[in-house]
């Protein structure tokens, strides 16, 4: 009975301890980190601090070559399901923000081969 109390023990303190596990990164998040990209998206002239800050962290966020793939697919079908988003606005991005992610956002793109 004592030696069941130890292994309880130690795997309750491994669960505490242990890292915590990302979590894959959605099409919910790629839309959180770029709505403040509308705007630019839609005709202006230069992207927001905010917008940057969103395209920078969803790049930090997406981080294994799924979420770069999940990813991928989310602006892909964002850039043809809105009415109003200019493509090449899109594809500059970002460029834009200083920020390389290794693909250009078009509607052609094969999410893939996104490595």
Not at 50 to 57: A, D, P
């Given at each position: 009975m004592a030696v069941l109390?130890?292994?309880?023990?130690?795997?309750?303190?491994?669960?505490?301890?242990?890292?915590?596990?990302?979590?894959?990164?959605t099409c919910a998040t790629v839309s959180k980190s770029l709505v403040p990209c509308i705007a630019y998206?839609?005709?202006?002239?230069?992207?927001?601090s905010?917008?940057?800050?969103?395209?920078?962290?969803l790049n930090s966020l997406a981080s294994t070559p799924?979420?770069?793939r999940t990813a991928c697919g989310c602006l892909k079908s964002a850039?043809?399901?809105?009415?109003?988003?200019?493509?090449g606005k899109a594809s500059q991005l970002p460029t834009k923000c200083g920020v390389n992610i290794g693909y250009t956002i078009s509607p052609n793109i094969d999410c893939s081969k996104i490595n």
């Open positions: 109390k130890w292994a309880c023990a130690i795997f309750a303190c491994m669960m505490v301890v242990a890292p915590h596990a990302k979590a894959a990164v998206l839609e005709g202006g002239s230069t992207p927001t905010g917008c940057c800050n969103g395209v920078k962290t799924a979420d770069r850039a043809t399901s809105f009415e109003g988003i200019d493509i």
